[in-house]
Structures are given as C-alpha cells and as structure tokens.
C-alpha cells in the first residue's frame, strides 16, 4: 500500500507541475505559493474536522522551521517550473537523494573516511554528471538561473523530508504536517507578494489556481502517508515515477523537445539518485531509505 501512496504522490506532484505551467502565465512564484497554501490550509482543515483530527500541536518550532525550508524548495521549484521544460524542472527537484549522499560524503571527508564511500562518490559524481548533459541545451538558452534554481529547490528538499520524518517519528499525523506547511506557505507567499508585487487577474489563468492547491495538497499528503509508516528501497525509489509522468506531460501537453543528451541526463539522475538510496540504506542501517 506505500507504493501506491507514492506513486499517486508522484502522479499529483506531476499535475500540479503541469498547472504550475499554465498559472505562471500570468501569476509570480509568491502568489501561487500563497494561493497554493490557501487552499491547502481549507483543504487539510475540512479532511483534519472529517476524521476528527486536532490541529493542535506540541512542535510548533519543527513545523516553522519545516515550512521555512519547504517554502524555499517550493519558490524555487515553481520559478524553474515557469521558465523550463516540465521534464527537467521536475528532474532538478527529484536530486534530492543524490544531495543527501553529497551530504553524507561529505561529512566522511571532514571525518577522513572518504575512503570508505568509494561508491557513494561515484553515485555523486553520476547525478552530477546527469545534470551537466541534461542543462547543458538550458544554458544555450540563457536559461542558466531558473536551471540553478531547480538545483536548489532539490537541495532544499533534502532538508525538508527529513524534517517531515522527524516529525512524523513523534506521532504528528500527516495532516497536520501538511497543514502547517500550507499555513507557512501563506506567510511566506504574502511577504513574497508585498516585495515583487499583485499580478491583475486573468479568468482563464486564475482557474489553474485550484487545482495547484488541490493537488499539491493531495500529494503531500499521500507522500507523508507513504513514509510515515517507515520507508522502504522500493518506496523511496518510486518517487522517481514523478519523472516519467512529467516527462509524458512535457511533450504531450507543451511538445516539449527534449534532446538526446537530455534524455540521458534525466536517466543518469534516476539511476543515481535509485543508487544512492541503497547505498544509505547499506551505509547507514538505522536511518531511513529516503526522507520525503
């Protein structure tokens, strides 16, 4: 049953891109985080009163420090949605395995162990090298930014998950983790909003904006589903099926054309970030395959 948590998580995660894309049109990265947090805060309200669920809580510094980072991945994630193809903003977001064995190797480089993470070196080394062919046709575009900041919101995410399973490890349930992150989200979409500016509303573009909430919603809580109840290889390696959904919206929906050396960059990434769960899994034994 966690897999297919993970697999609809991936699916909506996927979709939401998809209207991500659409919105950005004509709405900045605050406002659809703040629009987004919005209808998450009504959503996970109405399903936390449904199944009798408090939204009281005694971590309310974990789940600030949470949204902080969460907020970060997410802004940075839908800057790269609006300005890259769908495909490889949502390739950039899923390094967050390949950033927690760079992490990993390199705290064993501060201990002078690196010698011992020979594999999980070259597992960094492959993810990095997926990225380098898979923007390279970016940076012939001018598009070097946005492709940094996708890099970012996967680094940033990294942190996040592992927060989500701190949290998830003293017995919050997953709908009220993800309504505090859409509460965070509000905070942090508003101050975004007071910096950069309100876009005039446009009917046709405002509609994308409940579903971006909606799904974002539904795809947080099932990805908090899937590993609240203890991660497994296979779980944690299903998250990389966003990655083919994407890839399938990218040249259906926005015809998309992702060259050659793209494709074997965005597979480079997969294959890495598949590796280094597997490597923490045998590295560390007590921490969990992934951290989503």
């Not at 993800?178 to 446009?202: H, N, R």
């Not at 990389?240 to 890839?247: E, P, T």
Request: proline share 4%; hydrophobic share 55%.
């Amino acid at each position: 049953m966690q897999a297919l948590w993970m697999i609809l998580a991936s699916l909506f995660f996927a979709s939401m891109g998809v209207c991500v894309k659409f919105a950005s049109s004509t709405f900045n990265s605050a406002e659809l985080i703040l629009y987004r947090g919005l209808i998450g805060i009504a959503f996970m309200w109405a399903l936390a009163r449904t199944r009798g669920i408090s939204l009281a809580t005694r971590f309310p510094g974990m789940h600030a420090w949470r949204s902080l980072i969460g907020v970060m991945s997410l802004g940075a994630w839908f800057y790269a949605l609006a300005h890259l193809p769908l495909a490889t903003a949502m390739t950039l977001n899923y390094m967050s395995s390949v950033w927690i064995a760079a992490f990993l190797v390199g705290g064993s480089l501060l201990l002078g162990r690196v010698q011992k993470q020979g594999p999980l070196v070259l597992t960094v080394m492959l993810g990095f090298v997926g990225v380098v062919l898979m923007l390279r046709p970016t940076f012939d575009h001018h598009q070097a930014f946005a492709g940094l900041l996708g890099l970012l919101s996967g680094m940033s995410a990294a942190f996040a998950y592992m927060q989500v399973m701190a949290l998830s490890r003293l017995g919050e349930p997953e709908t009220r983790v993800v309504f505090y992150f859409s509460v965070g989200s509000v905070v942090a979409g508003a101050a975004g909003m007071m910096a950069v500016g309100i876009s005039p509303w446009v009917w046709p573009s405002a509609l994308w904006l409940i579903p971006v909430g909606v799904l974002a919603s539904l795809g947080q809580l099932c990805m908090t589903r899937a590993y609240s109840h203890g991660a497994t290889l296979v779980v944690a390696n299903l998250q990389y099926s966003g990655i083919v959904f994407a890839a399938i919206y990218s040249v259906t929906l926005f015809g998309d054309a992702i060259p050659l050396m793209g494709w074997v960059g965005m597979g480079l990434i997969v294959v890495s970030g598949i590796a280094a769960t597997v490597l923490r899994e045998h590295a560390v034994p007590h921490a969990p395959a992934e951290e989503h």
